[in-house]
C-alpha cells in the first residue's frame, strides 16, 4: 500500500515538472522561429524600400534599374490587360515538359545503362564527355534541326537534365547494399525481380530528389532556350526588353520568374514529402 | 539415412584480373535430415563461399552438391538463407517482409499467408505486423528475418553468422529461439560461426574448416547431453568446456599454420 502510494505521489510530482519543462521548450521555438520569420521579413523591405528610394532619389540612373512600385505596377497593368499571360504559360510549359522528361528520360537511361554492363562500359566516354561540355552550347544545332519554338528550347532544357539525372540516378542503383539484392536471389528471384522489389524501390528517394535538381536546371535551359530563339516566353520578353531599353520589362520579367520557379519548387517539394512518407 | 546435403569434392576458384585462387580444396560432406551443422574456421577459410554453393547462388568449379539427392543448379524454395544482417525491407512492413519469399517463388495463398501469421505470432511478433522494421529492435528484426526464411518452408536452413550483429544477451535468446524452431520442424541446419561456445552449444556436429584453400581439418561429434539442452543450459553442461577447449586448440593450430 505504501508503495503504491510512493508510486502515486511520484507520478504527479515528476509530471508537473516535466510538463513544465516541455512547455518552455515550446515556447523557445515559437520565439526563435518568429524572430527567424520577422528578420526575413525586415530585409526584403528594406531592401525595396531602399531601392524604391534610390529610384525616386536619382541615386541611380531610373532608366537601367526601374525602382519596385514601378515594376509592380506594370506587372499589374500586364495581368490586366492579358498580354503577360500567353508567355508565362509558354514558360512554365516549357519548364514542366523538359523537366518531366528530363527526369523520366534520364531515369530510363541509368535502368538501362544499370541492366546491361557491357552497355554502360561502352557509352562511358560518351557521358564523360557529354556531362562535361556546356551543354548550352548545343542551343544552335537544336534551333537548326527542331525549329526556333517550343521543341528546340524543350529539346537544349533536355540536354542539360537528361545526363546529370542518368548519372545520379545510376550511381544510386549501384550504391544499393548488395545484401539485399542477396535476399532476393537466395528465393530465386531473376534480374527482373531485382530490379523491381529492391533497386527502383531503394532508389526512389534518390529519384524524388532529383526532381529537385531538375526544377532549377529546367528554368535555366528554357531561359536560355528562349534567349536564343524564342518570339514568345519570359526568356524573350527579357532579350526584348533588354534590346528597347525597357528595364522595367526585364525586372518585372526577372520577379515573375523567380516567383514562378520558387511555386513549382515548392510543388516538387510537397510532392516529395507525400512520396517518400513513412520511410 | 540418406543425406539431404551432399556436397562432393567440390572445388572452387575465384578469378580476378591479377589471376585465379583457390578458395576451396576439394572438400566433400554429407548432412543427414535433421541435423544441426557448424562450420568454424579462421577467415578465408571459405565458409560463405560454401553457403553460397550450397544455396546455389554460386556454382562450384569442381565437383556438385546434391540436395535430396538432386543436383543443385540454382537457388531453390528447398534452401532458406540467413545472412548476417536482417536485411529487411525498409519500405516494407513487417508482414510484408515475412511475405517476400513467397511471393518470389509465387507460393502466396490463403493458407501461406495464415501460416507466416501464426509463424510471425509464435516469434512474439504478433504486435509489430503493420509497423516498419526500423520501429524494431535489432532482435526482433532478425526474428523477422527467421520468419522470412521459414515461410517458404525450405528443408534446409543456411545460417550465416545470424547473430554476429546482435549484442550478447538478444544473442543467447535467437539460439534458443533458432534451435527449438528448427527442432521443431525436423530442419536440416548449416551454421558458419566465429563464436566456439554459439557452435558447441547449438550443434550436433562442429567441422573446423582450415584456411587458404578451405579444407576440413577436424569434425567434432557433441556429445548427447549437450546436444539435449537449449543452447543456453549446453555451455553448463559436463563436458562442455573440456569441448570447447579441444575445438579451441584444433582452431589455434590452424591459424598458425597459415
Not at chain 1, 253 to 259: M, P, Q, R, Y
Not at chain 2, 220 to 233: A, L
Not at chain 2, 243 to 258: D, G, I, N, Q
Request: net charge neutral; with cysteine; aromatic share 10%.
Amino acid at each position: 500500500m505504501a508503495v503504491l502510494e510512493y508510486a502515486e505521489q511520484k507520478d504527479t510530482q515528476s509530471t508537473s515538472w516535466i510538463d513544465g519543462q516541455y512547455n518552455d521548450y515550446l515556447k523557445q521555438k515559437r520565439k526563435t522561429q518568429a524572430l527567424v520569420v520577422t528578420a526575413q521579413f525586415s530585409i526584403l523591405v528594406a531592401l525595396l524600400v531602399l531601392w524604391e528610394l534610390a529610384g525616386r532619389l536619382k541615386w541611380i540612373d531610373v532608366l537601367l534599374f526601374s525602382y519596385p512600385s514601378k515594376v509592380f505596377s506594370y506587372i499589374w497593368s500586364e495581368m490586366v490587360s492579358g498580354q503577360l499571360w500567353p508567355h508565362l504559360a509558354m514558360t512554365v510549359g516549357e519548364t514542366v515538359v523538359g523537366f518531366l522528361l528530363g527526369t523520366l528520360f534520364g531515369t530510363l537511361l541509368a535502368v538501362i545503362i544499370w541492366w546491361s554492363p557491357f552497355l554502360s562500359k561502352v557509352l562511358d566516354p560518351y557521358m564523360v564527355v557529354f556531362n562535361s561540355m556546356p551543354k548550352v552550347a548545343l542551343g544552335p544545332i537544336f534551333i537548326v534541326m527542331f525549329g526556333g519554338g517550343f521543341t528546340a528550347i524543350v529539346m537544349t532544357t533536355l540536354s542539360i537534365t537528361i545526363i546529370v539525372t542518368t548519372l545520379v540516378v545510376y550511381n544510386s542503383f549501384r550504391d544499393v547494399d548488395p545484401n539485399y539484392v542477396k535476399v532476393i536471389r537466395s528465393f530465386g528471384g531473376s534480374k527482373r525481380v531485382i530490379f523491381q522489389k529492391v533497386i527502383l524501390p531503394a532508389s526512389f528517394p534518390t529519384i524524388v530528389s532529383t526532381l529537385k535538381v531538375n526544377v532549377g536546371m529546367s528554368w535555366v535551359g528554357v531561359i536560355v532556350g528562349e534567349f536564343l530563339v524564342a518570339k514568345i516566353g519570359l526568356g524573350y520578353l527579357i532579350i526584348y526588353g533588354f534590346q528597347v531599353f525597357n528595364f522595367t520589362l526585364v525586372l518585372a520579367s526577372l520577379v515573375i520568374i523567380a516567383f514562378a520557379a520558387t511555386l513549382m519548387y515548392q510543388l516538387v517539394v510537397y510532392v516529395e514529402r507525400r512520396l517518400v512518407r513513412g520511410r | 539415412m540418406l543425406p539431404i546435403v551432399e556436397l562432393k569434392n567440390i572445388a572452387h576458384a575465384y578469378v580476378t584480373d591479377r589471376g585465379a585462387s583457390l578458395a576451396i580444396d576439394y572438400l566433400s560432406l554429407f548432412i543427414e535430415p535433421g541435423e544441426f551443422v557448424s562450420l568454424v574456421g579462421p577467415s578465408g577459410c571459405g565458409k560463405t563461399t560454401l553457403l553460397s554453393i550450397v544455396a546455389g547462388l554460386l556454382t562450384p568449379s569442381q565437383g556438385e552438391v546434391l540436395l535430396l539427392g538432386e543436383k543443385v543448379s540454382g537457388p531453390t524454395p528447398q534452401v532458406g538463407y540467413m545472412l548476417q544482417q536482417d536485411y529487411l525491407f525498409p519500405w516494407r512492413t513487417i508482414y510484408e517482409n515475412s511475405l517476400i519469399g513467397l511471393e518470389l517463388t509465387s507460393q502466396v495463398t490463403d493458407r501461406t499467408k495464415e501460416s507466416t501469421l501464426h509463424l510471425l505470432n509464435e516469434m512474439g511478433l504478433g504486435a509489430a505486423i503493420d509497423l516498419y522494421p526500423h520501429h524494431l529492435s535489432g532482435g526482433m528484426r532478425q526474428r523477422v528475418a527467421l520468419v522470412r526464411t521459414l515461410a517458404t518452408d525450405p528443408e534446409v536452413l543456411l545460417l550465416d553468422e545470424p547473430f554476429s550483429a546482435l549484442d550478447y544477451q538478444t544473442k543467447l535468446q535467437l539460439e534458443d529461439l533458432i534451435v527449438k524452431t528448427l527442432k521443431d520442424r525436423h530442419k536440416t541446419a548449416l551454421l558458419v560461426t566465429h563464436d566456439l561456445s554459439e557452435a558447441i552449444a547449438m550443434s550436433d556436429r562442429v567441422i573446423v574448416l582450415g584456411a587458404s584453400p578451405g579444407h576440413i581439418r577436424k569434425t567434432f561429434e557433441i556429445p548427447q547431453n549437450i546436444r539435449d539442452s537449449q543452447p543456453f543450459y549446453a555451455r553448463e553442461q559436463e563436458g562442455f568446456n573440456e569441448l570447447f577447449r579441444e575445438v579451441w586448440s584444433e582452431l589455434e593450430a590452424s591459424e598458425r599454420k597459415e
